[in-house]
């Protein structure tokens, strides 16, 4: 009987931390100062919450750039104006067309500014 007991209540913790690891990783804070973390836990599920408009926003602008080659120059004003908002530099020489790593880089630096930023307020 006790190993029956030991069995449900190993079952029933089972599911509790699956379940709250699904809703984990179905969590995604935003903030007006950052373009928010896509999803807190590192490994992949699939999401199913909809973004809200900040996300969506950002996933237009990239994907656009990315399939349509006349938008690559708005996502690039877009960044700039976002770092001159930020108080950081703006890259001088962007990539006149489509490069992920550019972006990625380039976002990646203004979080690292703003957290600072947020770091020496505090």
Sequence with gaps: M??????LAAFGAMALIGSSMSSISQVTPTDTASRGRWGVLTWEWQRTRRLDAHERRWQTSLISAREQSTRWPDL?????????????TPDPE??????????DSRLTAL???????AGDST
Excluded: K, N, Y
Aim: aromatic share 2%.
């Design 76 to 88: 690039v004003a877009e960044v700039a104006r976002l770092e001159r908002a930020a108080e950081l």
């Design 111 to 117: 979080e690292q500014h703003l957290e600072t930023l």
């Design 2 to 7: 006790i190993v029956l007991l030991l069995c």
């Design 94 to 103: 962007p990539p006149t067309e489509h490069d992920a790593g550019w972006v």
